[in-house]
């Protein structure tokens, strides 16, 4: 039996890449939209259920509610009143507007339609990969670079691997980074009853606009933290989370886990990254399904990494230079 499959699809007018794990079960879809995945199928004890809480329909991926799921370049979450200053040269991504509708977040590829340029499956796994030059001179004010984007999708037999290329292909360098901004849960257990692991030794501290205080003000130690404390398994109960974790440990395979558990069963997910932030979300203030799932997004770096120095350099893509960043989700069943 062939374990891996890769197919295509469609979701009202948007192609979907469907890739398979017939050995352990598992279904992933993914839009061109975006290269957005919409969701992570897990067969088990004779039934399926959905871990990513994703985009239902075309509609939403139309109209990206939450931004479930989204590839965030070349920033991830916010940008201080979508201002920002690179070697020397001042920037407004939001010219002509003012006051509380100024507002950057989560990049420039929410909404392109990346082209589906490989899609294959052998056995060792399955994949897809995006391409998309959305990303150039004069389409994005205040972003006068030109990053050509790659996304590859490899299911396999411990869960799935996002795979993120960013080659600067202008005649200056760029400031540039990758996000992922999934949403997870572990079948039908509430939110408040699982159990949540992060492997830091720092959280961020932020403003009323979950903007990172300036300098060191923005790294508190965990043990002065001691409700964002997450080191060791804790229920996340009640607490509303909108945080960022840094200065990750990682394991001896050199990914830093973070963990998502049902105590109850021992579903798991394990959100791997080897480097950059983890930020995690039980969102409370989403569009839909408040507190329905928690999002736990791998970053390459800080929100508001544009205006800090200590990211300058971890975000910094030369002329000609590539980069290439890689997160993932693994699925530990009982």
Avoid at 159 to 184: D, I, K, S, T
Avoid at 258 to 280: C, E, F, K, Y
């Amino acid at each position: 039996m062939v374990a891996f499959r890769a197919e295509r699809t469609t979701v009202g007018p948007h192609e979907i890449a469907v890739l398979h794990d017939d050995a352990n079960g598992r279904k992933v879809r993914i839009a061109r939209r975006g290269a957005t995945v919409m969701s992570i199928e897990q067969a088990w004890q004779g039934t399926s259920f959905d871990l990513a809480d994703g985009y239902r329909d075309a509609a939403e991926l139309d109209s990206r509610p939450s931004s479930r799921f989204a590839v965030m370049v070349p920033f991830a979450n916010r940008i201080a009143d979508a201002r920002y200053t690179f070697d020397g040269t001042e920037y407004d991504l939001q010219p002509g507007v003012e006051g509380d509708q100024r507002a950057a977040r989560h990049g420039f590829v929410r909404g392109v339609d990346f082209d589906l340029t490989e899609r294959h499956a052998d056995e060792a796994g399955a994949r897809v990969t995006f391409t998309t030059q959305a990303i150039r001179p004069g389409v994005h004010p205040g972003y006068p670079f030109a990053i050509d984007l790659t996304v590859t999708y490899v299911l396999n037999a411990q869960g799935l691997e996002v795979r993120a290329r960013m080659h600067n292909v202008g005649e200056q360098a760029a400031p540039c980074f990758f996000g992922w901004h999934p949403y997870f849960r572990l079948g039908e257990t509430p939110i408040e009853q699982l159990e949540l692991k992060i492997p830091a030794r720092q959280v961020v501290r932020t403003d009323a606009q979950y903007i990172p205080l300036e300098g060191d003000a923005a790294r508190a130690p965990l043990e002065r933290e001691a409700g964002l404390d997450f080191r060791s398994y804790k229920i996340i109960g009640a607490q509303e989370l909108n945080h960022a974790w840094a200065d990750l440990v990682p394991d001896a395979d050199g990914r830093a886990r973070t963990w998502l558990r049902d105590p109850a069963n021992g579903l798991a997910i394990a959100l791997w990254q080897a480097s950059g932030v983890m930020l995690g979300f039980t969102a409370d203030t989403v569009t839909r399904d408040v507190r329905g799932s928690v999002a736990l997004e791998p970053m390459e770096s800080w929100s508001n990494a544009f205006n800090r120095a200590d990211c300058a350099q971890a975000i910094r893509l030369e002329a000609g230079e590539a980069r290439t960043y890689r997160c993932g989700v693994e699925i530990v069943l009982p």
